[in-house]
């Protein structure tokens, strides 16, 4: 998979954020931001670098990674790794300013090599996640609004400030995929444009009411990469999924059980029920507004956890939990195009677990009397 | 995971089944061959194939290859496979390069040669794609993709004229839509994106022969690719692009596009309705907000797919994720008629929203959001809060449009214990915040009202722009006029240059209450230019409704100096300003409202009037006009007093808080005599002066 895009390869111009939010940070972009020579061996002691700068942050880094072939990938995709930077992210007072890892998550990005900025990216579900749960009661968290408008930042250059667009077709036009009877009298009729990203603007700080913007646009771009994403970056995201929401949606839940396990399932509940409150109250503490422009993304990226090519079922159940969430505060929030969305959603998961025992179509018909 | 089960089925019942194979009018029982196979002895189940049957080489392993891949023994049929040069098989098969198109007369002849190849290139396709299938059984994804691969590319070769549709083996056209609908499955089992997308559109957009069915699963199965990979294919080549035809530029739009074209099939009755599609198009058109393009979708469906209840229901939530709350409405009551499913809690929660938004539908409302609540029971229980919190909107809402004063009162009351009572079941909502907070504001409790506009901007942290507004009004209706402006300077640092517009407009109407009209129409200059600048930059890109908000913008901005400089007695800059508001705006009671006051100062009563009436007659329910009328007409004399009564009386029932309507009553009242109750008007007015907002608390929604 070729994850170049013209952007990588050109120093960032229009980094407002590259500069400001974090005055002391050795500038590890400066050095090595020289990318014309891209060779492997740049790429390897850039990741080399990071990685070293990462062990004075994290307890326990394994020394194999450092010397592999390709380090960049080792260290997404090592879970000892992962984990303690995950455990860190959620320290209280993480997010500050000062924060080393929050330094070095800025920096890594900053190196502008791809490889390098999936590591980061592996993080932004629970940079986000923490950040929006926290932002309104604590204000330290400069540190993680500097990742964030990095990510902003790039994306915003990569695009060129432009917004996306889809334009909806019309079936009495012709496409590449049909035909149509009636000729078309010109391409513009019929079309429904519809701004799903709408154009970005730089920023070199995060204004309160721009957060849900900057985080949707750094949710975008982690969609556009998740297919690289291991599992653990996906499963995080659902979980904070559930806090924004900041409902419990189990009552929704009616997909996987079976007749016998029902009956079980009421006797647990009333056993459970001092347990799920006190989850209750850990999950609405987190709750947050969840403006569309947060939202859209959020649902696409649990779209490809639910019905993504890659079948795992640790994930499935996270996703269908979060989804359960979501479609619950949809209902709260009386929003109808989120009712309609994680509806949808809802019933696709159901739809493709018992599609799991279909018939094959590719299968050859088995009949004894073979005919040559 | 059924493959293995049935092909297990099939190893361990060889007991009770009995296979044959046929060919050259021969017939063969396979016991005998299989007992060899399974001493692992091809060559002899081969040579007796080969002399049962009078097969040659090729044509015995391919048949020993299915048996095998058929008694589920996938590891030997891919021996049996491997035995078999089949590369080489394909090039026999390929036409010399210098064969050209046969002339119309030997066309018996080509027939004939069409039928031969026909049979010998199924037989060697259908072992490579029983070999590729032995390989993915395997796990070997991409080398299974690849020998799939090359099924497709032999009879790309084979095949370089096509075959008359008339003409087509049956076997061979089965091999190869197998193998057109596998190729891109396997890619994808193997990770390779790319590729997979590829194969998707080969297997669409070249001419396979495939049969409605299995080109349906492919349209499917690459929409759902399409849309839940992540990865972005790009638009198709430009090979098969043709002139003014659609072509999808990313993911969204192709698979939009194949669903839509599937759903048109179904619609058309040529294939079998799969609900899965129109979750999918579901999902994809309101992650556009193109929900109105969905709603027509639903509307094309036959009856009987969908229950009708279900269809109006799902026809609403469309119609009013776009706006088109009264379409919304119309389909909700429907639904809602206790023929049909009166229970229903999130039609009832909607259509209770919907009312909860138009004066004139509250009292309608009040009955959803009732029903809302009573429903709310069981599994639903939690929506219990967001029956209580719309039935205190609609009270609210109903309390406006109360004939009587006892009646309002009553009804916001009875909507302030509701909105309550959800805060008690939703202390987190911060919406629900958000509306108490205008209902005490508007309620005149202003010290409430504070402290829950505070509550809001901490619950979002400052991230919503009406919280700020919120809190800037309320501080202004208690007359703290510099704290006001505090906040608005608070809120403008958190906000981007293209929200700030009404953060300005706000700011200068503090500065005119803080009697710096400089300072004001500095404000407003800004304003405009940043009204003007929004335009030109994002002039093409907008939409409609943005164009219309633009337009909007501009005129508020026009309008707004107009009256400061009218204030000012500035006539000349107020009727420049006056005019260039109408640009934006040709018809607006606003306007015609400013018009009058100027006329009115200057002396000139007639007109004044004539603007006022203008004023009502393009808005009849507006307000300020109707008070000036009234203010105009009791200086007339006494025959003129009982009209302005009416006109007054008629601006309080829309306005309770209406200062100047309660003073010009008193003045009403007292040049009739009644001095009592010209007494209680005064005072009426005179405890609302000191708690009117610059802005109107019900522009904050």
């Known amino acids: ?372 | 995971m059924a493959q293995s089960q049935s092909t297990e089925f099939t190893g361990s019942g060889d007991d009770s089944t009995v296979r044959e194979v046929h060919a050259n009018g021969l017939c063969m029982n396979t016991t005998e061959v299989e007992a060899k196979l399974d001493e692992g002895n091809i060559q002899e189940a081969e040579s007796s194939l080969r002399e049962g049957l009078s097969l040659n080489f090729e044509e015995a392993r391919a048949l020993l290859g299915r048996l095998e891949y058929q008694r589920g023994n996938v590891e030997g049929a891919l021996r049996v496979f491997e035995g078999i040069d089949l590369q080489a098989a394909i090039q026999r098969l390929q036409p010399a390069v210098t064969e050209k198109q046969p002339a119309k007369k030997s066309r018996s002849r080509t027939e004939s040669i069409h039928a031969v190849s026909q049979h010998a290139a199924s037989l060697v396709l259908e072992a490579i794609y029983l070999k590729a299938k032995s390989l993915q059984k395997l796990g070997r994804l991409s080398e299974a993709a690849n020998e799939c691969k090359s099924v497709l590319d032999a009879v790309e070769r084979i095949f370089y004229l096509g075959i008359p549709d008339a003409q087509v083996d049956n076997k061979l056209q089965e091999t190869v839509s197998h193998a057109v609908e596998l190729l891109p499955e396997l890619w994808k089992q193997a990770g390779c994106y790319p590729e997979a997308m590829a194969s998707y559109r080969r297997a669409l957009l070249s001419q396979w022969n495939l049969d409605n069915e299995c080109c349906a699963r492919i349209q499917k199965g690459f929409a759902v690719f399409l849309l839940y990979s992540g990865v972005e294919a790009g638009p198709p080549s430009l090979a098969v692009q043709a002139d003014g035809s659609y072509i999808p530029r990313n993911n969204l739009e192709e698979a939009i596009l194949l669903l839509m074209i599937l759903m048109r099939k179904f619609c058309l009755g040529i294939l079998k309705w799969d609900p899965s599609v129109m979750e999918h198009l579901t999902f994809a058109l309101s992650l556009c907000g193109q929900t109105s393009v969905l709603a027509k979708q639903f509307e094309e469906i036959m009856p009987g797919v969908y229950h009708r209840i279900d269809r109006w229901n799902t026809l609403a939530l469309c119609y009013s994720a776009v706006g088109q709350n009264k379409v919304a409405l119309y389909l909700l009551r429907k639904s809602l008629h206790k023929h049909e499913r009166p229970d229903d809690l999130m039609a009832l929660l909607l259509a209770a929203k919907i009312c909860s938004q138009d004066n004139l539908l509250a009292s309608e409302g009040v009955g959803y959001a009732k029903r809302a609540i009573d429903a709310a029971q069981g599994k639903d229980e939690h929506l219990k809060g967001m029956g209580l919190r719309v039935l205190g909107l609609c009270l609210g809402k109903q309390a406006k449009v109360a004939s009587s004063d006892f009646e309002r009162s009553q009804l916001q009351s009875e909507a302030l214990k509701s909105l309550d009572a959800a805060l008690a079941l939703e202390p987190n909502n911060s919406d629900l915040i958000f509306e108490l907070g205008v209902q005490y504001a508007e309620h005149r409790n202003l010290n409430t009202a504070l402290r829950f506009a505070k509550r809001f901007i901490d619950a979002t942290g400052g991230s919503i722009l009406k919280g700020w507004r919120l809190l800037a009004l309320v501080l202004s209706a208690q007359q703290q006029f510099s704290e006001a402006e505090v906040v608005t300077d608070a809120a403008l640092d958190e906000t981007a240059k293209w929200e700030q517009g009404p953060l300005l407009r706000l700011k200068a109407k503090l500065k005119i209450s803080q009697s710096s009209p400089l300072d004001a129409i500095e404000t407003y200059r800004y304003l405009l230019a940043l009204v003007q600048a929004q335009r030109k930059s994002f002039g093409l890109t907008r939409n409609a409704s943005q164009a219309e908000d633009d337009k909007d913008n501009e005129f508020e901005v026009w309008h707004g100096l107009a009256n400061l400089y009218s204030s000012l007695s500035y006539w000349k800059d107020a009727e420049i300003c006056l005019s260039k508001a109408r640009e934006s705006k040709a018809f607006s009671a606003e306007a015609l409202h400013t018009e009058g006051m100027m006329h009115e100062r200057r002396g000139q009563i007639a007109e004044a009037l004539a603007s006022y009436i203008n004023a009502l007659l393009l808005e009849p329910s507006y307000v300020p006009c109707k008070i000036l009328i009234g203010a105009v007409l009791y200086k007339m004399g006494p025959s003129a007093l009982p009209v302005a009564r009416g006109l007054l009386a008629d601006a309080l029932r829309l306005e309770p808080t209406n200062r100047n309507a309660w003073y010009y009553l008193g003045v009403v009242h007292k040049e009739d005599g009644r001095v009592a109750d010209a007494a209680d008007c005064f005072q009426a007015a005179s405890m609302l002066e000191e708690s009117d907002p610059v802005e109107s608390f019900s522009s904050l929604f």
């Open chain 1, 1 to 372: 998979m070729d994850t170049e895009s013209p952007s990588f390869a050109t120093p960032e111009t229009t980094t407002p954020a590259a500069t400001s939010p974090l005055p002391g940070s050795p500038t590890a972009s400066s050095s090595i931001s020289t990318t014309t020579s891209s060779s492997i061996t740049a790429s390897v002691s850039r990741a080399q670098t990071v990685i070293e700068s990462l062990s004075a942050i994290i307890t326990d880094l394994p020394s194999h990674i450092a010397s592999s072939d390709d380090p960049a990938q080792d260290l997404l995709h090592n879970e000892k790794v992962a984990t303690q930077i995950s455990d860190l992210l959620r320290q209280p007072g993480s997010g500050a300013g000062d924060n080393p890892l929050c330094r070095w998550l800025y920096d890594t990005f900053q190196t502008t090599d791809p490889a390098l900025q999936l590591v980061v990216l592996h993080h932004l579900p629970t940079i986000a996640g923490t950040y929006l749960s926290r932002v309104a009661h604590d204000r330290s968290l400069a540190g993680f609004e500097a990742v964030l408008l990095a990510l902003y930042a790039h994306e915003t250059t990569a695009r060129g400030g432009q917004s996306v667009s889809v334009n909806v077709p019309d079936l009495s036009h012709p496409s590449v995929y049909h035909e149509s009877k009636e000729p078309s009298k010109s391409n513009a009729t019929g079309l429904h444009l519809a701004v799903i990203s709408p154009s970005l603007e730089p920023y070199g700080t995060v204004r309160s009411t721009r957060r849900a913007r900057i985080i949707g646009v750094a949710l975008e771009l982690y969609y556009s990469k998740i297919s690289q994403m291991p599992i653990r970056s996906k499963t995080d995201f659902c979980e904070f999924c559930e806090v924004w929401a900041g409902l419990d949606g189990s009552i929704y839940d009616d997909g996987e059980e079976d007749d016998d396990a029902k009956g079980g399932k009421e006797h647990d509940q009333a056993d459970g029920e001092a347990e799920s409150r006190k989850e209750k109250g850990r999950k609405e503490a987190g709750r947050i507004t969840l403006l569309w422009e947060l939202l859209q993304p959020v649902l696409r990226i649990l779209g490809h956890c639910l019905l993504g090519p890659v079948r795992n079922k640790e994930l499935q159940t996270a996703a269908s939990a979060a989804c359960r969430s979501l479609y619950t505060r949809a209902l709260h929030d009386i929003n109808p195009k989120a009712i309609l969305a994680t509806e949808s959603l809802l019933r696709l998961s159901k739809m493709s677990i018992s599609a799991e025992n279909e018939a094959d179509p590719t299968e050859i018909s088995q009949s004894n009397i073979i005919i040559l």
